[in-house]
T-cell receptor
Framework: DAGITQSPRHKVTETGTPVTLRCHQT?????MYWYRQDPGHGLRLIHY???????DKGEVSDGYSVSRSKTEDFLLTLESATSSQTSVYFC????????????FGQGTRLTVV | KNQVEQSPQSLIILEGKNCTLQ??????????LRWYKQDTGRGPVSLTI?????NTKSNGRYTATLDADTKQSSLHITASQLSDSASYIC??????????FGAGTILRVKS
């Protein structure tokens, strides 16, 4: 899995609580991405980062925030989890913009009850 | 609206048989089109990447084709194996740094 580790792999949390998912890479790639995957939908971009402390919103960013204080770590925070955020979350990395090859982590299954 | 549509949604075939998965897209212009394989419980893994000027790209038993005029791509799997059971995702990469993902085709190979 191209040196990408997501943690936790599974999480159940209650509505209204904050949740942080972590993506760690050992490839020294500049770009990191957070996607969510839901049945019947393609992967949808939440946020991405193009360098340390440089982040931008994707198409479904509402309710999510990110931080990247080191090249190797990209954190996704659900500020106040809702049931609509129950999903599988994937981190991806690439050494260029999205037009270049991307490598995905194994995913985090999040359930909000 | 930019869209990538895949068909069929799901497919069951016998081991050893061939199959073809379809991808129709309306996005334009694009820099490349990719096919990913996603095993259950895993992240997507790249199979092929084609620029708009390429017509075909092979990776072992996987062959992707692209017709930029009709905005169609296909993924052909030859001599299927049980390990080919997975979801196959078509992805179009737009200029301007955006990926548009299809919803995927779920393939099940039976013995």
């Amino acid at each position: 899995d191209a040196g990408i580790t997501q943690s936790p792999r599974h999480k159940v949390t209650e509505t209204g609580t904050p949740v942080t998912l972590r993506c760690h890479q050992t490839e020294n790639h500049r770009y990191m991405y957070w996607y969510r995957q839901d049945p019947g939908h393609g992967l949808r971009l939440i946020h991405y980062s193009y360098g340390v402390k440089d982040t931008d919103k994707g198409e479904v960013s509402d309710g999510y925030s990110v931080s990247r204080s080191k090249t190797e770590d990209f954190l996704l925070t659900l500020e106040s989890a809702t049931s609509s955020q129950t999903s599988v979350y994937f981190c991806a990395i690439s050494d260029g913009p999205q037009s270049t090859e991307a490598f995905f982590g194994q995913g985090t299954r999040l359930t909000v009850v | 609206k930019n869209q990538v549509e895949q068909s069929p949604q799901s497919l069951i075939i016998l081991e050893g048989k061939n199959c073809t998965l379809q991808c129709n897209y309306t996005v334009s212009p694009f820099s490349n089109l990719r096919w990913y394989k996603q095993d259950t419980g895993r992240g997507p893994v790249s199979l092929t990447i084609m620029t708009f000027s390429e017509n075909t790209k092979s990776n072992g038993r996987y062959t992707a084709t692209l017709d930029a005029d009709t905005k169609q791509s296909s993924l052909h799997i030859t001599a299927s194996q049980l390990s080919d059971s997975a979801s196959y995702i078509c992805v179009v990469s737009l200029y301007g740094n955006k990926l548009v993902f299809g919803a995927g085709t779920i393939l099940r190979v039976k013995s």
